[in-house]
T-cell receptor, first 112, second 111 residues
């Protein structure tokens, strides 16, 4: 069966520090991968998605970047965190278009 | 921006009653819709989905209704239980790689 792993679960980082969140999927090949951010009490905002290794599409201009160094690995990064980067970050995967996503357990990022 | 929105941001329901959560979508080309449940501090979990060639689909205690004429989607939960307390999101796949999510409805079950 397929599983998605996302870590860390919580993270407190100072303003100006770098960020690296990792997401891996097991049990499938060539998944579509997604990074979402969720502000407190709000909906889900798509940040990046990837349909293959090295292929990254950005949805909104921001202080973050994404990379897909391996088929089932998706990384969200920042060189210098801002206070506004605080939020709940969710990784998700899907097999094909026309199917739903499976979400990871999320990372709660607090920038102080 | 998000093209899927919800009519009501919060819903309070008595335990044992039925719940109805509504969702309006704006893209008439959308052909696949999903309901997700998100408990506090967790990632959204798939509840049920429906394709545009259907108008009703039933799962365990849940039913999704799709009205393409008025671009409306609803989730019905039968015999609501305390464990149903969560935020519910509708989402639409507009036939590319992305889902568009609504803002979410917070459901609170009263004992």
């Amino acid at each position: 069966s397929q599983t998605i792993h996302q870590w860390p679960a919580t993270l407190v980082q100072p303003v100006g520090s770098p960020l690296s969140l990792e997401c891996t999927v097991e049990g499938t090949s060539n998944p579509n991968l997604y990074w979402y951010r969720q502000a407190a009490g709000r909906g889900l905002q798509l940040l990046f998605y990837s349909v293959g290794i090295g292929q990254i599409s950005s949805e909104v201009p921001q202080n973050l970047s994404a990379s897909r160094p391996q088929d089932r690995q998706f990384i969200l990064s920042s060189k210098k965190l801002l206070l506004s980067d605080s939020g709940f970050y969710l990784c998700a995967w899907s097999v094909n278009t026309g199917y739903g996503y499976t979400f990871g357990s999320g990372t709660r990022l607090t920038v102080v | 921006g998000e093209s899927v929105g919800l009519h009501l941001p919060t819903l309070s329901v008595q335990e044992g009653d039925n719940s109805i959560i509504n969702c309006a979508y704006s893209n008439s080309a959308s052909d696949y819709f999903i309901w997700y449940k998100q408990e506090s501090g967790k990632g959204p979990q798939f509840i049920i989905d429906i394709r545009s060639n259907m108008d009703k689909r039933q799962g365990q205690r849940v039913t999704v209704l799709l009205n393409k004429t008025v671009k409306h989607l609803s989730l019905q939960i039968a015999a609501t239980q305390p464990g149903d307390s969560a935020v519910y999101f509708c989402a639409e796949n507009i036939n590319d790689y992305k889902l568009s999510f609504g803002a979410g409805t917070t459901v609170t079950v009263r004992a």
